[in-house]
């Protein structure tokens, strides 16, 4: 029942306020729903970064994986050259050297550097994720702040609670289309054209740790 209620008292206020306002209550409601666009398209605009992000992780992982799979395997066949080489294999030249094969070849070494390599691709990827983020929080920021600069202001409608503001706007959204969708359209494409998320991967390029981990296994061979 309440309900039912608020939906008719949110009609006749409607009504009144297209009646008494006309046109300015038109770009009122454009203006309101605009904000709506704009919290909707960042919202994207950051999942979508998210999704990203993760993938460069990912990439990473599978990356550092791999190269620690291929130097795990040159130690491997450098042992068995030992043991079928040395006298007492593995176990006589370790007492000998008084540490383990894994430390005095390197090859210990040489996987704390991978992990290391890891860490620091992780911050990167890290930092270049909250950099757009912040960037894109900024102009979200930004835009809503011109969006409320801008619209024009009717004291009514400021004063309606807010479960009559929300009924009133999507009342707006069945009157108003053409002028809502044009307006959403040029937000859309304005903000598509300053975040184009399909080129991000310069960024991964720019920090892959690819480089860093051939030179560490191929230093080992």
């Known amino acids: 029942i309440m309900g039912q209620v608020a939906s008719l008292c949110s009609g006749d206020i409607f009504k009144e306020l297209q009646e008494k306002y006309g046109e300015t209550f038109v770009k009122?409601?454009?203006?309101?729903?605009?904000?709506?666009?704009?919290?909707?398209?960042?919202?994207?605009?950051?999942?979508?970064?998210?999704?990203?992000?993760?993938?460069?992780?990912?990439?990473?992982?599978?990356?550092?994986?791999?190269?620690?799979?291929?130097?795990?395997?040159?130690?491997?066949?450098?042992?068995?050259?030992?043991?079928?080489?040395?006298?007492?294999?593995?176990?006589?030249?370790?007492?000998?050297?008084?540490q383990s094969i894994n430390d005095f070849s390197g090859y210990n070494a040489l996987q704390n550097q991978i992990n290391s390599v890891k860490t620091q691709a992780f911050k990167k990827i890290e930092?270049?994720?909250?950099?757009?983020?912040?960037?894109?929080?900024?102009?979200?920021?930004?835009?809503?702040?011109?969006?409320?600069?801008?619209?024009?202001?009717?004291?009514?409608?400021?004063?309606?609670?807010?479960?009559?503001?929300?009924?009133?706007?999507h009342k707006a959204e069945e009157t108003f289309v053409d002028q809502i969708s044009k307006n959403k359209g040029a937000i859309v494409e304005s903000i598509g054209k300053q975040f184009n998320l399909n080129n991000l991967e310069g960024i991964f390029q720019k920090i892959s740790p690819e480089g860093a981990l051939n030179g560490i296994v191929g230093s080992a061979t």
């Open 28 to 98: 009122l409601m454009v203006a309101e729903k605009s904000k709506e666009v704009v919290h909707e398209e960042f919202g994207k605009l950051n999942s979508k970064s998210n999704e990203t992000f993760q993938g460069f992780n990912d990439r990473t992982s599978n990356m550092v994986d791999e190269k620690s799979k291929a130097l795990n395997n040159i130690f491997e066949d450098l042992k068995a050259k030992v043991n079928s080489t040395l006298p007492g294999g593995i176990p006589a030249i370790e007492r000998l050297k008084g």
């Open 127 to 169: 930092d270049e994720k909250g950099a757009l983020q912040g960037e894109l929080n900024n102009r979200k920021t930004a835009m809503i702040s011109s969006i409320d600069q801008e619209k024009p202001k009717i004291q009514v409608y400021d004063d309606l609670p807010d479960p009559l503001k929300t009924v009133v706007r």
